[in-house]
């Protein structure tokens, strides 16, 4: 026989309690969900990066009684990324030897650590005189190489202050450091060739101011002569100090002349 169950009153109450409140419970649920804003969907924190400055070169700076040197090299070249850490690492002590043996040079050639008393009158340094020596760099870039050219401002007390050029090309794949040579094909006149033009847009450059004796002179098929370049996008630059192509009023020129129009002797790693 089946057993049927019939609610007592206070079963009846408690349910039907039970019923309202569950009815107040959705009303509220519904008026809040109608006047407050779903929240915003969970993202997780997202930090702003910052850029890197570019390293700072390394500096060298001596204020001394009878001298002042401020010289710079860089602490960083764009080897490091092309050719790995330990070419970028050789290339620097490369130019820091470099600047360090100009610095000394200076100091041997100014015998301050030996001057007579003397020395100092004749030399106008007890009036607070200085010899000075700046050695500053820019960073060319190309294709293939990374280059240096480094400017040498000195002034020994001479007619006027002087300025010279030192440069550092290196192979932006193995890091090596470049020769004029070691651009050029083997057993070319690459120099016959570089001398010609350079002449050609000196003289086209400087126009009635040209003087003929020194641009032969300092232009000539030889080395010597066009040891100072770097490459420059697909540019072959070279540098020349005043005195080498002109006299000192002059001041320091440069010949730009594009690899395209030394294709025919360039080594073919190098031809844009």
Do not use: C
């Not at 050719?83 to 600047?99: H, R």
């Not at 697909?234 to 020129?253: D, E, I, K, R, S």
């Amino acid at each position: 026989m089946w057993n049927i169950h019939s609610l007592t009153r206070v079963q009846k109450l408690e349910l039907l309690g039970a019923g309202a409140l569950i009815a107040v419970v959705l009303g509220l649920s519904l008026w809040y969900m109608a006047t407050h804003q779903a929240p915003e969907p969970y993202s997780p924190l997202v930090e702003e990066t910052v850029p890197v400055p570019p390293t700072e070169p390394q500096t060298i700076r001596e204020h001394a009684q009878y001298y002042d040197i401020e010289a710079a090299y860089p602490s960083e070249t764009p080897l490091s990324v092309s050719a790995g850490t330990t070419a970028d690492v050789e290339a620097i002590d490369t130019m820091k030897s470099f600047v360090e043996d100009t610095i000394q040079q200076f100091k041997r050639e100014g015998n301050f650590a030996s001057l007579t008393k003397e020395d100092i009158q004749m030399m106008g340094y007890e009036d607070g005189r200085k010899q000075a020596l700046a050695i500053e760099y820019n960073e060319v870039l190309a294709p293939h190489t990374v280059s240096y050219a480094y400017t040498l401002y000195t002034d020994t007390f001479g007619a006027h202050p002087n300025s010279f050029y030192r440069t550092f090309v290196f192979d932006a794949e193995t890091g090596a450091e470049l020769s004029l040579a070691s651009l050029f094909k083997p057993r070319t006149d690459y120099l016959k060739r570089i001398s010609e033009i350079a002449r050609f847009e000196l003289q086209k450059k400087l126009g009635e101011d040209a003087d003929v004796s020194y641009m032969q002179q300092g232009t000539a098929p030889e080395t010597a002569n066009f040891q100072t370049f770097v490459v420059e996008g697909n540019t072959l630059v070279f540098l020349f100090p005043p005195y080498q192509v002109g006299p000192y009023a002059l001041g320091p020129q440069s010949v730009s002349i594009p690899l395209a129009q030394l294709s025919e002797v360039l080594n073919e790693k190098y031809v844009p």
